[in-house]
């Protein structure tokens, strides 16, 4: 039983990272219908910035967090008002292409500030594990989970409850209907890449923190598609919960399938999982069904 | 008629100031996925190639080294390497085992002297190879001396194998480790893969302890073996780490801090602290000179610089003409060559082009990699 549990503690810990990764990519699509390939290169900048803060100024790792997430919600600002508004009605394939080539460009600036050697967070966390009922966890994961939960009340209750987050929803649900309301939807827009940004730089930090930042810390961006797929690319209830679901079969499949087949089921059952639910609903848990009359 | 005598003048003082030059290629990754490995390594090769040409090249001629960044990619990989043919380059240093692998036809076919950076075993066999060379311990010859260390000094004398799920992943354990660890007596309990990128092993490790391993061989980089040795330390684990060459560094005290505690490495090559070796000594005297700034050196680069030492070194005692089968014959003579000890004396013959046999097993003890054995080999 205690192996179970510590399967799920981890699955969970790990599935809460994939999950505010994850929120990036569908806060974007389903506000302005594109998917963002340089989501990874998000992670890295946001990672970069709060690692140099905190080892080249001396601040305070708290506060080298808050001035990365407000930067990084000016850089998303920033990039929609100066790249992707001039891309607005342009077809779908062209803006893709510009965010993969968004993506080399921060990623090759990045590698030009901070150069590709393998660099560290300072001591943050205590690194005794905390244990409780015979599972452990280390601080710098306990920290993952409150600092996601934080997050996604936020965002719930963003969402819900102001103005602009009612406005977000207008827009994603029928652009047409909310510029005809008078809603301001490039703003809209640049402010989901804000919040894109911000949620992809917080798990950027914690990623750096669990495991050094170098540039091939951008893949995970892309790691975190299949959470994105499974859990409907528009839905954010769909990017924790797929977020989750990931997590926790990642280590089930790795405690125990691994020792029955020799090994990599850990890496491959949530693309299997993944592929069976998306052949059984097919815009994903939560995605929107796109419905057609001819 | 002005213009044609430029262009011959041209033409003639360019052939001149080419006309001397021994060209070299070399393929590194600085920006790929293996650059924080890559690009220490590459300091180490450009800092030897300028110290041979301060002091006096190939036999008088100037070294011209081309240096390709090929990112780790297969396809830029070939495409630098008929470059460096046209070039006219007499020998290349390499670097990863795909890409190694992919050339192997042409080096063979071409008759370019191969150095490479992966230390995969089977390409260092002369029939299949003959133009590879390989100076460092192999993987496999890495994975058996810590299997021969386990059977000396384990207990259970148990063994996991932890890596990765690629061609370098598999390459110490499959068959050759399996091999050797049934040969000697150590019973392999259990083999988990875990990937190069992975931020959690917790299932992994969960099971290795299970199955009772008192000691896991782990063949991966800086950043998995980290949280291999965080995770281990978080869950209470305690079977005996011991990692392959690229595991082991100063990167992996800074990633995994007290974790790295007691963690066990191989390693065919010195490391800067140890300033009692004669290389590390010089190597020290190189660095203040060259790059006044740096203060520390990744073994990488001095593995980076042992490797090209030997390429350039064996050019400097070829008789005759740079073709690629003299350097080779030079290469094939070479007996106990030193390294001024960066690593164990080199030895190439017809019948192995491994340049290295042995190796050391370091200790991580209060952040310091210390020496535990002294150079062994599996033999």
């Known amino acids: ?294 | 008629m002005k213009k044609l005598l430029v262009l011959l003048i041209s033409v003639f003082l360019v052939s001149m100031a080419y006309a001397g030059k021994v060209k070299v290629g070399a393929l590194v990754d600085l920006t790929g996925p293996t650059g924080d490995v890559g690009k220490p390594y590459a300091e180490g090769v450009r800092d030897c190639v300028r110290y041979f040409n301060e002091n006096g090249g190939i036999n008088g001629n100037e070294i011209e080294l081309l240096m390709v960044d090929y990112q780790y990619k297969i396809p830029q990989a070939i495409a630098a390497y008929k470059d460096f043919l046209r070039k006219k380059v007499v020998a290349i240093h390499g670097w990863g085992t795909g890409d190694t692998e992919a050339l192997s036809k042409f080096i063979t076919k071409d008759k370019i002297p191969y150095f490479s950076a992966s230390y995969s075993e089977h390409i260092t066999n002369p029939i299949n190879n003959p133009y590879n060379f390989l100076v460092g311990a192999t993987y496999s010859d890495q994975a058996r001396i810590a299997l021969k260390f386990i059977k000396d000094k384990g207990e259970k004398k148990t063994v996991a194998f932890i890596y990765n799920d690629t061609g370098f992943g598999r390459s110490p354990f499959f068959p050759d480790g399996e091999e050797y660890a049934q040969k000697i007596g150590v019973q392999l309990v259990d083999k988990q893969v875990v990937d190069l990128k992975a931020l959690d092993a917790t299932s992994q490790l969960l099971n290795l302890s299970k199955a009772g391993a008192e000691y896991a061989l782990v063949q991966e980089t800086y950043m998995a073996a980290s949280t291999i040795l965080k995770d281990a330390k978080k869950l209470g684990i305690d079977t005996k780490f011991i990692g392959l060459n690229w595991t082991f560094g100063k990167t992996l005290i800074d990633l995994a801090k007290d974790a790295a505690e007691g963690y066990y490495g191989t390693s065919s090559f010195a490391f800067w602290g140890q300033s009692d070796v004669e290389g590390i000594k010089f190597l020290h005297e190189l660095n203040k000179k060259y790059h006044p700034d740096v203060t520390y050196r990744e073994v990488n680069y001095i593995q980076g610089f042992s490797s090209m030492y030997v390429l350039l070194s064996a050019l400097k005692m070829t008789q005759g003409e740079l073709t690629g089968e003299n350097i080779k014959k030079t290469l094939e003579s070479f007996k106990n060559f030193s390294t001024m000890g960066l690593t164990a004396p080199v030895t190439f013959t017809k019948e192995s082009h491994k340049g290295v046999k042995a190796l050391k097993i370091y200790q991580i003890k209060n952040s310091n990699m210390i020496p535990v054995t002294d150079y062994i080999t599996a033999d």
């Open chain 1, 1 to 294: 039983m205690e192996f179970f549990l510590q399967l799920i503690v981890a699955g969970i810990v790990m599935g809460s990272i994939y999950a505010i990764v994850a929120l990036g990519f569908t806060l974007i699509y389903k506000s302005t219908g594109v998917v963002n390939f340089a989501q990874g290169e998000l992670l890295l900048v946001g990672a970069y910035i709060c690692l140099h803060l905190t080892v080249e100024y001396r601040l305070n790792f708290v506060a080298s967090f808050i001035i990365t997430i407000l930067f990084m919600f000016f850089f998303g600002f920033f990039i929609e008002k100066i790249f992707l508004r001039k891309m607005i009605g342009e077809p779908i394939i062209s803006i893709i292409m510009l965010t993969i080539g968004l993506s080399s460009v921060f990623k090759s600036v990045v590698q030009l500030i901070w150069g590709t050697n393998t660099k560290t967070f300072p001591q943050i966390f205590p690194e005794e594990p905390l244990i409780v009922g015979g599972i452990s966890v280390s601080y710098v994961y306990i920290f993952s989970i409150i600092s996601v939960s934080i997050f996604l009340a936020l965002f719930t209750v963003f969402f819900k409850k102001s103005k602009v987050g009612i406005a977000m929803r207008a827009v994603a649900s029928d652009q047409q209907a909310a510029l005809s309301m008078g809603i301001d939807v490039k703003r809209i827009f640049a402010l989901s890449w804000a919040i894109a940004a911000v949620v992809s730089s917080v798990g950027g930090i914690l990623i750096g923190n669990i495991n050094g930042i170098n540039t091939s810390l951008s893949q995970f961006g892309l790691k975190v598609f299949p959470v994105v797929i499974l859990g409907g690319l528009d839905s954010i209830l769909g990017a924790i919960v797929g977020g989750l679901i990931i997590g926790i079969l990642e280590n089930l499949a790795g405690g125990y399938i691994d020792p029955l087949i020799g090994g990599g089921a850990k890496e491959v059952f949530p693309f299997i999982f993944m592929i069976i639910i998306l052949m059984i609903k097919p815009y994903g848990l939560f995605g929107t069904v796109e419905v057609e009359k001819v």
